[in-house]
C-alpha cells in the first residue's frame, strides 16, 4: 500500500530559511521623494533585526533555536497523498498536499508570526499592532504574542469581522485585541468610512489603521507587524517548501506541478520559491500562484510601483496591484482580498518563472465541497482556490494519460469559515467577476507613479 503521509521527525525540520533575494532581481521600493528608501526609513515601523532581513540577499539565514521550539509544537507538517481525491477524479496524476492546518491557529501563518514576534520581543517592542483579513493572520499574531508575552492589537476587515466573529473570539482568547476596520480610532480610518459609511473595508484600509496605530505610540515600544508581502515574511515561510522537498526525496518524487492561492503571497511563497530556484536551475515544472477572480492581481493587474495600503503611508512597492484604493468584493476567502501581491512574487510572475491564474468563489468553494467529502478535511475558503486549480490539472492529466506529480499547500482549515459552505450549499453565493472598465477605475490612482523596470534574473 502506496504511503499516504510522509512524516519528518523534528531533527529534521529545517534550520536555515531560504532567501529568494539571492537570486533574483528586483525594483527597489521608493521613498516619497522617488529614491530607495534606506532601512532607516522603516526603523519607526519595524525593528532593525527585521529590517536587516528585509534588505538582505544572502541565500540561507538560520532560525533562531527560540522560534524552532514553538514551530515544533506543530511542525513538521506532514505531506499527504490525496488518493481519495485521486480516486474520485480517476486521474494518473498523484497529489499531494502539504498540510498547514494543523498549527494552533489553523493555518501557514504562524511560521511568520512566531519569528516576527520573537525579533521584536529581543529588540524590545512591547506591544504590536496588524491588519487581518479572514482572521487567520490576526489569529496567528495573537497567539505568537501569546507565547512570548506580548500585547497584539489586530485591525480586522469588516466584512471578515462580521462574516467570521469566532475569528475574533481565538484573537481575544490569546489576550489579542481585535476591532473591526474601518475604525474610528484612525484617522486613516475615519477617512474610509467618511468615503463610504458602508464600506466592506479592505486590507489596504486595516495595513493602514495598523501602521497608523504603531508610530503613532509615543513610547516608542509598538511596532507594526505584516502578515504578507514582505520579504522576510515570504523568507519565514519558505520552511514549507523545504520540508516538502525533504519529504519528496524520502519517496523518490518530485513535482510536476506546485500550486498555491495567492493573495499577498506568503502562502503561496512558502511552499512555491524553494522550487522556484529548481526552475531557475533547469528542473521542468509549472509553478501556479491561485488567485480570486474578484480579485485578479495577478491576472489582470499591471506590474507597477504602488503602496501597499490605502493611506499611502507605505512606501511604493513594485509589484501587480489593482490600485491601492481598490476595495475588493466581499468575498469569503478574506486572506485574497488584497490590492496588490508580494513583489517577489509577481517579479516572478513577470518573469515567466510562475504562471497565474484566477478562480471563481463558486467554484472554488465546489472544489472545497468535493475535496472535504474525499479527503475528509473542511478547507478555508482560501485554500479552495488552490484546489479548483489541482482538480482542473489533475483533469489534465488524464486527459493527456500522463503521470504527474501534484502539490500543494493547504493553507488552512474552514471550521471557522462554515458560514461561506451554508450560504453556498443554500444557494446564497454568487459570483464576483470584475469588468475591464473597474479595473481601469482603479488603475488610474498610480497613471503618475514612477514605473519598475522590467528586470530578468537568470
Known amino acids: ?112 508570526a512566531v ?50 466573529p469566532y475569528r475574533k473570539a481565538m484573537m481575544e482568547t490569546w489576550g489579542g485585541q481585535c476591532v473591526a476596520s474601518p475604525s474610528t480610532e484612525t484617522r486613516a480610518g475615519r477617512e474610509a468610512l467618511e468615503r463610504d459609511p458602508h464600506t466592506p473595508g479592505s ?38 517548501g523545504l520540508e516538502a522537498k525533504k519529504q519528496f526525496e524520502k519517496i523518490g518524487e518530485y513535482p510536476d506541478v506546485v500550486i498555491g492561492c495567492a493573495g499577498g503571497g506568503s502562502n503561496f511563497a512558502g511552499l512555491a520559491f524553494p522550487f522556484v530556484l529548481d526552475k531557475m536551475n533547469g528542473r ?6 491561485v488567485e480570486p477572480a474578484a480579485c485578479p492581481t495577478l491576472t489582470k493587474a499591471p506590474f507597477v510601483y504602488d503602496h501597499g495600503d490605502t493611506a499611502r503611508y507605505t512606501p511604493l512597492m513594485p509589484m501587480h496591484s489593482l490600485g491601492h484604493a481598490f476595495v475588493p468584493p466581499p468575498v469569503h476567502a478574506g486572506g485574497l482580498r488584497y490590492h496588490g501581491m508580494a513583489p517577489t512574487v509577481s517579479q516572478i510572475v513577470t518573469e515567466g518563472i510562475a504562471t497565474p491564474r484566477s478562480v471563481t468563489q463558486m467554484d472554488a468553494l465546489a472544489a472545497g465541497l468535493l475535496v472535504a467529502r474525499t479527503e475528509g478535511i473542511i478547507p478555508a475558503p482560501e485554500t479552495t482556490h488552490a484546489l479548483a486549480c489541482v482538480i482542473d490539472e489533475a483533469k489534465k492529466a488524464k486527459e493527456e494519460g500522463k503521470e504527474k506529480v501534484i502539490v500543494f499547500t493547504w493553507s488552512g482549515h474552514g471550521l471557522l469559515d462554515l458560514t461561506a459552505y451554508e450560504k453556498f450549499l443554500s444557494g446564497q453565493l454568487t459570483n464576483f467577476i470584475l469588468t475591464d472598465e473597474e479595473i481601469e477605475r482603479s488603475e488610474k490612482i498610480f497613471e503618475n507613479f514612477p514605473k519598475p523596470a522590467l528586470l530578468k534574473s537568470r
Open 1 to 112: 500500500m502506496d504511503t499516504r503521509k510522509i512524516l519528518l521527525t523534528e531533527d529534521e525540520i529545517p534550520r536555515k530559511w531560504y532567501n529568494i533575494l539571492a537570486d533574483i532581481k528586483m525594483n527597489p521600493p521608493l521613498g516619497p521623494d522617488g529614491n530607495p528608501i534606506t532601512p532607516d526609513a522603516l526603523a519607526p515601523v519595524f525593528p532593525m533585526n527585521l529590517i536587516e532581513q528585509e534588505v538582505s540577499t544572502e541565500r540561507w539565514i538560520d532560525i533562531p533555536e527560540p522560534v524552532l521550539d514553538i514551530l515544533t509544537i506543530w511542525r513538521p507538517a506532514p505531506l499527504v497523498r490525496a488518493r481519495s481525491l485521486e480516486k474520485a477524479l480517476g486521474t494518473p496524476a498523484r497529489i499531494y498536499y502539504k498540510n498547514e492546518s494543523l498549527s494552533p491557529p489553523g493555518s501557514h501563518k504562524p511560521n511568520t
Open 203 to 240: 486590507l489596504g484600509i486595516a495595513i493602514s489603521e495598523a501602521i497608523e496605530a504603531a508610530v503613532g505610540d509615543e513610547t516608542g515600544k509598538t511596532r507594526y507587524s505584516l502578515g504578507s508581502v514582505l520579504n522576510h515574511v515570504m523568507l519565514h515561510q519558505t520552511i514549507i
Open 284 to 289: 521542468k515544472i509549472d509553478i501556479l500562484p
Open 115 to 164: 519569528p516576527q514576534v520573537y525579533y521584536n520581543k529581543i529588540f524590545g517592542t512591547k506591544r504590536m499592532t496588524t491588519e487581518t483579513g479572514a482572521g487567520q493572520w490576526g489569529s496567528a499574531l495573537a497567539f505568537a504574542c501569546a507565547q512570548f508575552g506580548m500585547q497584539c492589537k489586530i485591525y480586522m476587515v469588516r466584512v471578515s469581522f462580521d462574516q467570521k
